[in-house]
């Protein structure tokens, strides 16, 4: 063999063969007592207690992976933060800014794809692969292996051949030789280099097209990968279109139809018409209904008092004072931008007729939303009802109690 040659051939170690798991764990553990650091067994199956004999310490990877998933948690969380809160603050019915319930899912995927990632990632590493070629597989007796094989390697270049055989043959070992490999099979394949080299080119176009995007202005339509309906054959507002005789793409309306959600139902505003003074038969003019359209009966109450504490005592409170929930929580915020709603107990608004509070809930007042596509006309009016009881409520006097109730109210004091 020329010198050339020999420096292309790397030892890899020193195979030995033996009869069996209890041999090979005895075997493991003499070799490992005599000084062999780098010893490695191989068996058909798992054998117990070859973990020891090899002197292989509990791995590091599950403190990695914990660590990892605690620190990806962490960063999501605070990620989270600081985009509701400092980045991007946004203001939504008074909830605060931040909210532990609400970001937990995101926390928990990020935690848990933290921590498979270094799972995966610190497995590889830590064993030392990928390998792109084992001279152990090209030998014939090592693949009894997966039958009825039992196999020590030991590798150290600093100890002589003949003295790692001898140790083998100590330990009671059926065949023993010595494994080489050719240093080009132990490089990374070239293609797979390319590859790899390629795929990264290739990697990089997105990222660079983006970059190219955001620092440049173009009176093209940006690309569309995937057109979905923003380019589609249809027909638009004043366009022609040779489908219809006329021409045109818009059609006139059908007489006597109403278009489909275009039939008004709703048409209380809460003013009343009367003829208008000194014009008898004449003009008339609007005023506030003071008197409800309906008859007025207890459960006309009760719907009224649920519509009213699921619709308006979220701002208004409970008893109407203006300090609902939403109204607490925007107040504690401190930011300037919600106006409290109006006691219903003020004396503006107990002096208003039935119809005005009811044209309020109707249309909105102030920053007040209207609720007539939430309401229906007859809870609207409900809600009135309800508003009236609860202003008297918080507002009588003794001459509002009936005559044959008022001495039990003063016995009570």
Not at 67 to 95: E, F, H, R
Request: contains cysteine; charged residues 20%.
């Amino acid at each position: 063999m020329s010198d050339e040659t020999k420096k292309e051939i790397r030892v890899v170690g020193v195979l030995a063969q033996f009869s069996g798991k209890q041999t090979l764990v005895k075997a493991a553990s003499e070799v490992r007592s005599k000084g062999f650091k780098d010893v490695e067994a191989y068996s058909p199956f798992p054998i117990h207690g070859i973990d020891g004999a090899l002197g292989i310490r509990p791995t590091i990877l599950p403190w990695l992976v914990l660590i990892a998933g605690l620190g990806g948690g962490v960063l999501a969380m605070a990620g989270q933060w600081w985009t509701n809160t400092v980045d991007y603050p946004y203001i939504i019915s008074g909830k605060p800014m931040f909210s532990l319930p609400a970001n937990i899912p995101v926390t928990f995927e990020v935690m848990i794809l933290s921590a498979a990632s270094v799972a995966f990632t610190g497995m590889l590493a830590l064993n030392r692969l990928p390998r792109f070629g084992q001279p152990l597989l090209r030998n014939n007796r090592f693949l009894r292996v997966t039958d009825d094989g039992f196999f020590l390697l030991v590798s150290d270049d600093e100890v002589a051949e003949e003295k790692i055989r001898q140790a083998l043959e100590e330990a009671g070992a059926t065949d023993i030789e010595v494994v080489t490999e050719s240093v080009e099979e132990s490089k990374i394949p070239v293609p797979l280099v390319y590859g790899a080299v390629i795929l990264a080119c290739f990697a990089l176009i997105p990222p660079l097209m983006i970059a190219s995007a955001r620092g440049t202005t173009s009176q093209k339509p940006r690309l569309h990968t995937w057109f979905d309906m923003d380019f589609q054959p249809k027909l638009k507002t004043q366009t022609p279109s040779n489908l219809f005789a006329d021409g045109r793409a818009m059609r006139p309306r059908i007489k006597g139809t109403v278009r489909r959600g275009g039939l008004v139902k709703d048409t209380d505003t809460g003013y009343t018409s009367i003829p208008a003074v000194g014009t008898p038969g004449g003009d008339s003019v609007q005023e506030w209904k003071v008197e409800f359209p309906m008859e007025v009966t207890d459960s006309m109450m009760d719907r009224g008092r649920q519509r009213f504490n699921i619709q308006c005592a979220v701002c208004h409170g409970k008893a109407g004072y203006g300090n609902g929930l939403a109204t607490i929580r925007a107040l504690e915020l401190q930011q300037g931008t919600w106006i409290q709603p109006t006691s219903l107990h003020a004396d503006h608004v107990r002096q208003q007729p039935v119809g005005q509070i009811f044209n309020s809930i109707t249309n909105g007042v102030r920053k007040m939303p209207a609720y007539k596509d939430q309401i229906t006309p007859e809870d609207r009016w409900a809600i009135v009802l309800y508003v009236k009881a609860l202003q008297l409520s918080q507002n009588a006097t003794l001459e509002d109690v009936p005559a044959d109730m008022r001495e039990t109210l003063k016995a009570s004091e």
